[in-house]
Each structure stands twice: as structure tokens, then as C-alpha cells.
């Protein structure tokens, strides 16, 4: 494999990138004209435009991505995540024209896709599933009476969903109708597909994940957890590995179940396997046939290049590595650095980065997409970066990020750094027994108010300290820069 096609834009694209130049591959970059002289596009070996900004007429243009790799000669074609990464028409498109798909064989990507089709795969090796239908509802009164034998409340799920769309939680028979007829018209719109199927409402659960690795001569490994409990609107924001509540007795038995779930689609490539964990038991949710965003995690706490693992098994490599020879060392934390208002329901935000320096430092990476004076663009994810440290302890990890959300100089758009300090710092969290109602239960308007006192002094801060900037160096006193410029943190003083 000499030269791959990445199927992205943005700091995923250029992630991949990285690895690929590491491993002496060439690379192809496609974007739409907006991204033109993004940080990614510039940093292929070639790069293509493929349409206007709307992803419809650009990123998911399946078939100008493989008349653009078979013109230049793409031997593989990795999908990030998002976009085409989980589409198994394109998966088998891109087979089907003598391109490696760098990811799972189709017809993996179809049974995982369909959350009826993933847990009837699973049932034939035991796999804890919460309890529910294993069908699509068809008659909703007979779907009424098996959500009266559950027990409400119920949640009403669309098969082919994801992010929280086609997803309704109904409290009471009363309202299992209309909650049912919403879940429907909203998964049809969303996904093209009406099917959905009811389940028991766990309140609050801790969302824990597996990340799997499998190659095509039936090897599979975990690479154990991560928790991804904190959450607004069924989308994850801040991740870390390993989970400060996982036992290694519950490790190895979940592990197991992870590998077991690959196993039941004949999996290849990353892989990650979600679950529910409630009260010493655990559910399979979903599995993910990609990439994930928090994948970062993983690969500080095992030293694992997943994106490396992920070409070699596209070539055919067995794995190198056994399940008794991978060991978690350290603790690290992910937090999504998204444009977007945590104060206004985290609506996302649009603008020019006036301002972007990310902090740096010993056991500190920052996967983004950006530069500054680049303008955000509406059409995609708001996603600016992803700040990850890597720390001795769980403590020491926490520590490290307060210290790098410190350092981190963003003006121009709303961020949700903030919010990610408040959450670190949380004495719930720094305990470890939070879930996937953090927000709702701690994100007050009491705390809203005091995040946005904080946001406009750091915003006025650092507005003056690039205006002195534009003025010259000559211009700022010494007392005046000291208000403005980062002291070396513990941790970094220690290290030097």
C-alpha cells in the first residue's frame, strides 16, 4: 500500500495523515473549496477539491472518491469517522474497484449498523443485552403490553440510529403512542428507516466502552476501556481510559464480550464496543465500525498506533501483539474543544479565530484541524480540536488537563473549554462515581452564570493581549505582560 485516499477533512484527516507519512505512505486529500488551504489539505502529498462546502455535494460524494483514487493511482482509502466511514454501500464500492477499504468488511458494517441485526448477531455467545424487543415494533398495541411487561419507563430506540435521533424515553403507557410516532417520523428522517424496536430505560448509567482490534486470521485483542459517561445530548464530550470504576475482574469479563462481539460479524480493523454499566452489570449497546474520536486514549495508556494497526490488517497482517502482553500504563483524558455555547445549550458558534494557541508540554497532545485566523465553517461538525493528556495517575492526568484548559488561548468563537474545566474539577467527578445524567443533574444555571463570568474576563484577557501584540513587543511594560503571560506549570517545571 503505497498511497491512500483520505476520505475526511480536519484534524481526523490529518491524524491519519501523520501516520501514514510515519510509515513512508503517500497521501491524497480530498475537500470541498471552503477547506482549500485547511491545515489538512495542505499537508497531503496531493490534494484535490471535490465540491462545493455542503458535504452532500462533497464528503459524501462516493462515487468522485473513487473516480479521484483511480485517476491517481489510491491503493487504499481510509473514511475517518463520520461521513462514509460506516457505509457499507461505499465499503463495498471502493472493494469493488480494486481499492482497500481501510476499515471492516461490509458486510461487518451492515449487521453493526442495524442495532436488531448486532444484538441477534451477539445472542448466540451470550452476551448481556438490556432487556427488549429483538424485533422491529410492527403492531403498536402488542408493542404497548410488552412495554407494560417491562416496566416503564421504556426508551423507544430506531434501529439504524445513532446520536440520540429517533430516541424517546416514554415514562408512562399514557404516552407510548405519541412517543412512538415521533421515534418513527424522527428515524425516518435522520436515517431513512422507520424501524425501531423498545427497550428498558436504565435512568443512569455509566456509558463504558471496549476498543477492539481483530485481523482477517481470526485474531482478536481488546485494548481495554474507556468511560464515556459524560455526555449532553447523547453525544459524548469528555473521555478517559482507563475508568476509575472497572475492576480487573470486570475488565477481563467485558474484554471478553467485546472480542466475542467482533467475533459474531467476522470483524476486521478497529473496532469499538459500547456498553451500559449499571449497578455491577453490563449491556451490550451498539458497536462502532470505525475509528472512534476519543481513540487518542487508547493509544497513550498502550502505546498502540490504532491508525498503524488499522493499515497493517487492511494489508493483510496478522497482529503482532496478544491479549496477556498488552498492559494499561498511566491514565489519560480526553476533552472535545468544540465551537459551540455551553451556556446556551451548546448551540454551535460560527466565527473568524482571532486568537488559537494550543498549551503544549510533557504528556499534552492536541489533535486539531485549525490555525489561527481561520474562519469555522457552518457546514460541519463544530469540532475545532481535541485536547488529550496523559498523566501517572488519574489525579495526575486531571491535574495536567486543568493546567493545559489553562493554557489553551481560543477568542473568535464560543468554546466549550470552559465547560470542561467545570466538569474536571467537579468533586463528583474527581471521584469517579458520575453517569450519563452529569449535566443534567450538575450543569446549573447557578454554575452557567458563574462560566460566563469566568469566560468574559479570560475573553478580555486575551482580546487586550493581542491587541498589545499587533501594537509591537516594544510597546508592552513588563508589568503589563505578566498579567497575560502562562507561568510553567508544576508538572512541566518537575519535568524539565
Known amino acids: 500500500m503505497n498511497k491512500i485516499l483520505v476520505a475526511n477533512r480536519g484534524e481526523i484527516a490529518l491524524r491519519v495523515m501523520r501516520t501514514c507519512r510515519e510509515m513512508g505512505i503517500k497521501t491524497v486529500a480530498i475537500h470541498s473549496d471552503v477547506d482549500e488551504n485547511a491545515p489538512f489539505a ?84 451470550e452476551i448481556p443485552l438490556v432487556p427488549g424487543t429483538d424485533k422491529a415494533i410492527t403492531d403498536v398495541a402488542k408493542a404497548k403490553e410488552t412495554a407494560k411487561e417491562i416496566g416503564f419507563p421504556i426508551l423507544i430506540k430506531a434501529s439504524a440510529g445513532g446520536g440520540g435521533k429517533g430516541m424517546r424515553v416514554v415514562e408512562s403507557e399514557a404516552d407510548f403512542e405519541q412517543q412512538m410516532e415521533r421515534a418513527v417520523s424522527e428515524a425516518v428522517a435522520s436515517f431513512g428507516d422507520g424501524a425501531v424496536f423498545i427497550e428498558k430505560f436504565i435512568d443512569a448509567p ?106 497493517k490488517v487492511a494489508r493483510g497482517q496478522k497482529l503482532d501483539m496478544r491479549q496477556e502482553g498488552l498492559t494499561i500504563n498511566g491514565h489519560a483524558i480526553e476533552v472535545r474543544v468544540c465551537a459551540e455555547d455551553p451556556m446556551n445549550d451548546f448551540l454551535p458558534d460560527i466565527g473568524t479565530l482571532q486568537i488559537y494557541r494550543p498549551p503544549s508540554g510533557v504528556g499534552v497532545r492536541v489533535d486539531d484541524g ?14 475545532l480540536s481535541k485536547l488529550i493528556v496523559h ?60 462560566l460566563n463570568f469566568q469566560k468574559e474576563a479570560i475573553v478580555a484577557a486575551l482580546s487586550a493581549q493581542h491587541i498589545f501584540s499587533e501594537l509591537g513587543s516594544a510597546a508592552v511594560t513588563k508589568s503589563t505582560k505578566s498579567e497575560f503571560e502562562m507561568e510553567p506549570s508544576n508538572w512541566r517545571k518537575a519535568r524539565k
Do not use: W
Request: proline share 4%; with cysteine; net charge negative.
Open 391 to 450: 498523566g501517572e495517575s488519574r489525579e495526575d492526568a486531571i491535574n495536567k488537563l486543568v493546567e493545559a484548559i489553562n493554557q489553551y488561548k481560543i477568542v473568535g468563537v464560543q468554546t466549550t473549554l470552559s465547560f470542561a474545566k467545570f466538569v474536571v474539577r467537579h468533586p463528583v467527578f474527581v471521584g469517579g462515581e458520575f453517569d450519563t445524567q452529569f449535566i443534567k443533574r450538575y450543569f446549573t444555571d447557578e454554575s452557567v452564570l458563574e
Open 370 to 383: 485549525f490555525e489561527e485566523g481561520m474562519e469555522i465553517p457552518i457546514h460541519y461538525d463544530p469540532l
Open 42 to 125: 495542505r499537508f497531503a502529498d496531493e490534494a484535490v477539491c471535490i465540491g462545493p462546502a455542503p458535504s452532500s455535494e462533497s464528503y459524501l460524494r462516493s462515487d468522485k472518491i473513487i473516480e479521484i483514487s483511480k485517476k491517481l493511482g489510491v491503493d487504499g482509502i481510509h473514511p475517518g469517522y463520520g461521513f462514509l466511514s460506516e457505509n457499507a454501500e461505499f465499503a463495498e464500492l471502493v472493494e469493488r474497484n480494486g481499492i482497500t477499504f481501510i476499515g471492516p468488511k461490509a458486510k461487518s458494517i451492515e449487521v453493526m449498523g442495524s442495532k436488531l441485526a448486532a444484538k441477534a448477531a451477539v445472542q448466540k455467545y
Open 206 to 311: 455509566k456509558h463504558i466502552e471496549i476498543q477492539v482490534l481483530a485481523d482477517e486470521h481470526g485474531n482478536v485483542v481488546h485494548l481495554f476501556e474507556r468511560e464515556c459517561s459524560i455526555q449532553r445530548r447523547h453525544q459524548k464530550v469528555i473521555e478517559e481510559a482507563p475508568s476509575p470504576v472497572i475492576t480487573p475482574e470486570l475488565r477481563d469479563e467485558m474484554g471478553k464480550a467485546a472480542c466475542d462481539v467482533a467475533r459474531s460479524c467476522n470483524y476486521r480493523g478497529v473496532g469499538t464496543v459500547e456498553f451500559l454499566y449499571d449497578n455491577g452489570s453490563f449491556y451490550f449497546l451498539e458497536m462502532n465500525t470505525r475509528l472512534q474520536v476519543e481513540h487518542p486514549v487508547t493509544e497513550l495508556i498502550t502505546g498502540i498506533d490504532l491508525v498503524e494497526q488499522q493499515i
